[in-house]
């Protein structure tokens, strides 16, 4: 397949509570940080991927966080509905289990 047709995408997620990270400096020593946690980012690279910063960042006060976490505000599905249904000429609705926005990043 030629360079040109190839998109290749990662979606990194971790688990670290910012409240909990505050408090110890690491938010590692509490075991459910892992289940309640949640943040990421993507990277999508290729010829025909549209250069650029998709999303807000997420706030860090303490007014803006969701039981101690980052309030999301992309959710990953959208960038694996772009890449199926723009790259791949895919239907993303039965693959991601349900229909999202997808972010303009493909020519």
């Known amino acids: 397949m030629p360079l040109t ?14 409240g909990r990270g505050a408090q110890s400096g690491t938010g590692f020593n509490y075991p459910q940080t892992m289940c309640l946690a949640k943040g990421g ?33 992309m959710d990953f ?4 509905s772009t890449i199926l249904e723009k790259h791949l ?7 991601v289990n349900g229909t999202f926005e997808q972010p303009a990043f493909l020519n």
Do not use: C
Not at 5 to 12: D, E, H
Not at 48 to 53: A, F, I, L, M, R
Not at 57 to 71: W, Y
């Open 89 to 95: 000429g895919l239907n993303p609705a039965p693959i």
């Open 41 to 73: 980012v993507a990277f999508v690279l290729g010829e025909k991927v549209k250069g650029g910063h998709y999303g807000e960042m997420p706030s860090l006060k303490a007014e803006h966080l969701v039981q101690g976490d980052l309030n999301p505000n």
């Open 5 to 18: 047709t190839v998109a290749q995408g990662r979606v990194y997620e971790w688990s670290h509570a910012v």
């Open 77 to 80: 599905r959208s960038v694996y």
